[in-house]
């Protein structure tokens, strides 16, 4: 036998039993983002590999050491995109969507970056993501926040804390960066090999790290919030006393700068400590620069994306979860009963719109159809043999409910679905 060929490391398929909890999930959000007035973008999952470049940042994980790049056969050079913001800037300045305009849009879809597989941290993943242009006021940022809030609490999600803070303005981080390159300076002999070099490319990126062995050092490293602008401490303010006013509870987090350049002013994480080392579920913030870096208006935008897989997983370790079923098995015995049988189905869908319902192929026993129509997860089997045919009636057979079977008359039949499916 040829040997299988398997997926790549790090990409997954999602099989028949979990795909009905994603799309359970989408249309959550797809609800969600209505109820809100958001609008759906949808970008290609290939960019020029200058776009990602440009926006996320020369000295990132991402654009370092993360990305799938490589030259087409015209020569160009394009990579699978590592996130959405970058792309929904590049369309939205290429179509005019975005100068003296407000927009509040939402994209989904796979993401692709070259990290170590490991639970909660896939080579291609899927984010939900939602970008507003054209608002510079902090209002928006708690009504993102409030997206979220609401999104947690429709899917039943528990045990998450949102976590913020501040990046200030360009001119205040600036300030905040020399000082912070002193104390860097000053405990150089603990900074790892990431962090030295960070501190000479993107110091803020350091107070960024995962390494354990610098967690102390850095807590205590002098804080943004202390060195911040007073047009940025009055939005932060802002922002948290709506927060307050809808009772949204935060965690000032001030080491909290995000892993990609162009945020400022407010950054959050939504964060959970039950997914082990790949916590956080969602993140985003303002990023009033980029559209500009990226060649537009300027234009203030802010936004937010979550990493689905972590939220499914994260939904799946605390609840049961739902799986997809139908209402009806049908169940056709004797090979005169299969082009009937086919015939009643359509006529039962016609009837019924929205009714879930297995019609039996490829024959077989009374028994065995009748184990298909257990596992099926059916409500109830119909049963058509030869008897019914002649009969113009079928057997009705109760698979959940403790109810003896029935026979129902052919014209009778669209009611009585009609009826069970309304439960
Ligand atoms: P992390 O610090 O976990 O690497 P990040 O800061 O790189 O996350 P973002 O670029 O902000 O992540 O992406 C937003 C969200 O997408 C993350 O909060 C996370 O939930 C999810 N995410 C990011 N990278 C991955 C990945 N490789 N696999 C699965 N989900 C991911
Ligand atoms: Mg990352």
Redesign the pocket.
């Known amino acids: 036998m040829a040997k299988s060929i398997q997926s790549i490391r790090g990409m997954h398929d999602v099989l028949p039993d979990d795909s009905y909890r994603w799309q359970s999930f989408e249309t959550v959000i797809r609800q969600l983002m209505a109820a809100y007035g958001y609008r759906e973008i949808r970008m290609p999952l290939v960019e020029s590999t200058d776009l990602f470049c440009r926006s996320i940042g020369e000295v990132t994980?991402i654009v370092e050491k993360e990305m799938y790049t490589f030259e087409d056969r015209n020569g160009d050079k394009l990579t699978l995109r590592p996130?959405g913001t970058a792309s929904c800037v590049r369309a939205g300045i290429q179509h005019g969507l975005l100068h003296n305009q407000v927009q509040r849009l939402w994209y989904s879809g796979p993401m692709f970056?070259h990290?170590r597989p490991q639970k909660?941290?896939?080579r291609q993943?899927h984010?939900f993501g939602t970008e507003v242009y054209g608002i510079d006021t902090p209002d928006i940022d708690a009504e993102l926040i409030l997206i979220s809030a609401r999104l947690w609490q429709q899917l039943g999600l528990k045990g998450v804390r949102l976590e913020l803070n501040t990046l200030g303005s360009n001119e205040a981080r600036a300030e905040y960066k020399q000082v912070l390159v002193n104390y860097l300076n000053d405990h150089r002999e603990q900074l790892d090999e990431d962090s030295l070099r960070r501190l000479e490319t993107n110091p803020l990126r350091v107070l960024d790290s995962k390494n354990p062995a610098m967690k102390e050092m850095l807590d205590k490293a002098p804080a943004l919030v202390d060195h911040l602008d007073d047009e940025s401490k009055q939005q932060f303010d802002k922002l948290k006393a709506s927060l307050d006013a809808v009772g949204i509870s935060y965690i000032i987090n001030p080491r909290l700068v995000?892993?990609?350049d162009y945020y400022c002013k407010t950054v959050f994480?939504w964060v959970t400590d039950d997914l082990g080392a790949?916590g956080?579920?969602?993140?985003g913030g303002r990023y009033d620069g980029l559209v500009e870096q990226l060649g537009g208006k300027a234009t203030p935008a802010v936004g937010f994306?979550?990493?689905m897989?972590?939220i499914l997983a994260l939904l799946e370790s605390q609840q049961q979860q739902p799986a997809q079923t139908v209402d009806i098995y049908m169940v056709l015995i004797g090979a005169e009963t299969e082009v009937k049988g086919l015939q009643i189905a359509e006529n039962i869908r016609n009837a019924v719109p929205g009714v879930k319902m297995i019609t039996h192929c490829g024959g077989g026993s009374v028994k065995s159809q009748m184990k298909k129509a257990d596992k099926s997860g059916a409500g109830i089997a119909l049963i058509i043999a030869e008897d019914e045919l002649e009969n113009e009636q079928v057997t009705v057979k109760y698979l959940r409910q403790n109810k003896e079977q029935v026979t129902v008359s052919a014209d009778e039949l669209d009611a009585f679905i009609r009826n069970f499916v309304k439960g």
């Not at 956080?280 to 993140?283: D, N």
């Open positions: 994980d996130e970056r990290e909660g941290r896939y993943f984010q995000r892993g990609l994480e790949q956080t579920i969602c993140a994306a979550l990493g897989e972590r």
